[in-house]
């Protein structure tokens, strides 16, 4: 009785679904399809594919990348690391397949020694690695049409050599440069996938760089052995500027604006103004040690290199200044003790006030002499005395200029006369001088490095 109804309900299972039964197992034909093409004597990956058409000619292999992510760019190094997704593409007719009607979309390796692959490797590699957490990264699609897809994860450290006469207002570009290692030419030849062969993840953020562009090219390679393909993609990086605003110029402006502080201090504050340009003076000398050290020693004078020169050298000026105006001091109150040592006498300042008498009175004297006495001499001494209507008329034309010339007056020179020492006079012109010429100084240096940055632009 058992029997009988098993049988009855195997029966109207089958009526009600006949398709659990009669759809084949696709994973069971996937297997069977990767024996029959990949099995022993079928097929040899050491023979690289035929070219297109099934030609002689070169294996085509189209590339394209993703950019997951860009890590660092190393200034010091001139190096940056790069995480990306790297994807190969060939037609090897040696593997197509069956897709039984379109139910097998494409077969699916991770081991990538069982099929023929691109000997590609990266010409600008310092260091590299896979990625193999959870599993290895890595996976090998085989399509009906014998077309082949190898897609890998792989992290980079890449060389990126660096031209940082701009720095820090400069932009870098760094390079990806791919080729082969052993084909020729004559036997395989990198392309650029059409359409969109490089692609960047959105939202990607770099320290201190912004990605603006990228740009694609090629980059075959002869050497004696032969003439190799070559792929390369352009990565156009910009320095952002507002980190090293901040960081940089803004705490030079600072002190040097520091420093300009002695310039209002009492002269005889010796300590103060000594302290206070010493301290501005290796701070300064620190700040631009700090920034040497992020940076590689190269041969060339860089932009932020004038910029710490120029306020090291302000810094400077104003210590060397508080020098002279502490000389200058010295120099007043040595003539000024001079001056209460030895004071003026009064036997010349009688001597003194004869001679002025003489110089006003000399007409008197000699009519009196001339009057008492009538002869030779008296003539002899009146004959100097006799002006000519000529040298009259002279001595009025020039007095009358004097009279009516207008005077010159110098303002800079009647300003400084409120200051009566020469060490005050030098703080004075210091305080206007300094802050001038370091404003001028701003004017060349962002008008010509800002001017230089646009021509790069264009």
């Not at 060389?159 to 720095?167: A, G, V």
């Not at 201190?208 to 090629?218: H, I, S, W």
């Not at 200044?321 to 502490?326: I, K, P, S, T, Y």
């Not at 009175?361 to 001339?370: H, I, L, R, Y």
Request: aromatic residues 12%; hydrophobic residues 40%.
């Amino acid at each position: 009785m058992w029997p009988g109804v098993l049988k009855l309900l195997v029966l109207l299972t089958v009526l009600l679904h006949p398709s659990r039964c009669t759809q084949p197992n696709f994973r069971e034909k996937e297997k069977q399809v990767l024996d029959n093409i990949l099995g022993p004597g079928r097929y040899d990956a050491r023979i690289r594919p035929s070219g297109e058409n099934a030609t002689d000619g070169p294996a085509i292999v189209r590339v394209n990348l993703f950019v997951r992510s860009i890590a660092t760019i190393s200034d010091i190094k001139m190096e940056y690391s790069v995480q990306l997704t790297f994807r190969e593409q060939w037609l090897d007719e040696r593997l197509r397949f069956n897709d039984f009607g379109g139910r097998l979309k494409y077969l699916t390796l991770t081991d990538a020694s069982r099929v023929w692959m691109p000997d590609l490797f990266f010409s600008n590699e310092k260091e590299g690695h896979f990625h193999n957490i959870i599993m290895p990264n890595v996976y090998i699609r085989i399509f009906p049409n014998g077309s082949v897809l190898y897609s890998i994860r792989i992290s980079l450290t890449l060389s990126c050599p660096m031209n940082l006469k701009l720095y820090p207002l400069d932009r870098q570009v760094c390079s990806l440069r791919m080729a082969s290692y052993g084909w020729t030419t004559d036997d395989l030849v990198f392309l650029w996938k059409e359409g969109d062969p490089v692609q960047v993840v959105k939202n990607l953020h770099l320290p201190r760089f912004t990605l603006e562009k990228f740009l694609t090219d090629y980059c075959n390679s002869k050497t004696n052995t032969g003439e190799y393909s070559c792929l390369k993609v352009d990565l156009l990086f910009k320095r952002e500027f507002s980190y090293y605003l901040i960081q940089i110029y803004i705490p030079c402006c600072m002190l040097v604006i520091v420093s300009w502080v002695s310039f209002w201090l009492d002269q005889s504050a010796v300590p103060a103004r000594v302290s206070l340009g010493v301290t501005t003076l290796l701070t300064m000398a620190t700040q631009t040690s700090g920034i040497n050290a992020s940076l590689p020693p190269v041969s060339y004078t860089k932009a932020i290199d004038i910029w710490t020169g120029v306020c090291l050298t302000f810094v400077f000026g104003a210590l060397l200044e508080f020098a002279l105006v502490n000389y200058a001091s010295r120099s007043d109150m040595h003539s000024d003790n001079i001056e209460k040592k030895y004071p003026p006498s009064e036997t010349e300042q009688s001597t003194s006030m004869d001679l002025s008498s003489d110089q006003v009175e000399p007409d008197n004297s000699s009519n009196f002499v001339m009057t008492g006495y009538d002869g030779p001499l008296q003539h002899s001494l009146q004959k100097p005395l006799v002006r000519q209507p000529e040298d009259t008329m002279s001595v009025d034309r020039m007095q009358h200029c004097e009279l009516h010339m207008p005077r010159k007056k110098n303002c800079c020179r009647s300003w400084l006369s409120k200051f009566p020492t020469r060490s005050k006079r030098i703080d004075v012109i210091s305080r206007i001088f300094f802050p001038i010429v370091f404003a001028l100084f701003n004017l060349a240096y962002w008008s010509t490095y800002l001017f230089r940055e646009e021509e790069e632009d264009e």
